[in-house]
């Protein structure tokens, strides 16, 4: 077994949440094309470059162990349907001037799955995680009572993305492997939405002959890249480490959003964004406290 190297985990750690927080550059550069025909496409290039990694990268027993467990397809199955809308939300969001909402969906996230934990498989909540979700309740309520609506992009990014780690978390498949098969789940349904959409873009053989076509089958290697560097970081680095890396991406998301796309910050989104981050000030604290005492 290879042994750990903690600065190589760094890197490859924070290559990955880089290149995440850089996925509006990319979604920019097609944003002609259509929030749900990127998606198809997404899926379908993530489907032949995934497979053609997993004949690279090997994974001894994977497949058998799917024929063995069948219920393994289903779980992937719903885990897949869960990140396919986490995208199309995403892309949307990228592509319709709605990136800061995007990056609090994703600051919103941790304390997203600590709640789930306790709802859903009955974790018990130390007071510190407490006040950390109680800050960020409070900054989504304050959202709410100014804009007099709920900020839906960043609360379905934050539970499709926190179920979706859930049930993956609960699915004994390795990483990549099960992200090949959850891809080629989607696989019928973006081909059947292809065949039933003639006049899209990406059905038109002409449309194969323009620099836009390089840009969407890029959408295979842009998927599968970055979570292949967020892997070999985990045999790296603790999982808390990594937790805190993860910031690195909203913060991106929103630098872009409001540096480069003009996008608003008014006064009352950097009242939520403030809660949301003393919030996960809170919950980083009580990680470290907690991975202290158990080393």
């Known amino acids: 077994m290879q042994a750990a190297n903690p600065r190589r985990g760094y890197i490859l750690g924070l290559s990955a949440y880089t290149i995440w927080g850089l996925f509006p550059l990319y979604f920019k550069a097609i944003a002609e094309v259509p929030s749900v025909e990127i998606i198809v496409n997404r899926v379908l290039w993530s489907a032949l470059f995934g497979s053609l990694l997993l004949m690279v990268w090997k994974h001894p027993g994977w497949w058998r162990e799917l024929r063995e467990n069948p219920q393994r397809l289903a779980v992937l199955a719903v885990s897949g349907s869960l990140i396919a809308g986490n995208w199309l939300v995403y892309v949307w969001a990228v592509n319709n001037g709605r990136m800061v909402e995007a990056s609090l969906g994703y600051y919103i996230n941790p304390l997203v799955n600590v709640l789930l934990g306790m709802v859903l498989l009955g974790e018990r ?8 979700v109680a800050l960020a309740a409070t900054g989504v309520a304050q959202q709410v009572w100014h804009f ?8 379905v990014l934050a539970l499709t993305f926190g179920c979706y780690g859930l049930i993956r978390k609960k699915a004994p498949v390795a990483a990549l492997p099960g992200l090949v098969v959850e891809t080629w789940l989607l696989v019928p349904l973006a081909a059947g939405w292809l065949l039933l959409n003639p006049i899209a ?10 620099s836009q076509a390089i840009w969407l089958a890029a959408a295979g290697p842009v998927t599968l890249v970055p979570l292949v560097c967020f892997n070999a ?27 480069v796309y003009g996008e608003q910050l008014t006064t009352a989104t950097l009242i939520t ?10 919950y980083s604290v009580d990680a470290w406290l907690t991975m202290r005492r158990r080393t």
């Open 125 to 132: 909540l130390r007071r510190l995680q407490w006040l950390a």
């Open 148 to 155: 007099g609506s709920l900020p839906w992009v960043s609360l």
């Open 201 to 210: 873009r990406s059905a038109q053989p002409e449309f194969w002959t323009t």
């Open 233 to 259: 970081a985990a045999r790296h680095l603790p999982y808390t480490t990594l937790g805190f890396l993860q910031y690195v991406a909203p913060t991106l998301v929103l630098a872009l959003a409001v540096l």
């Open 273 to 282: 964004f403030a809660f949301i981050w003393s919030g996960l000030a809170i």
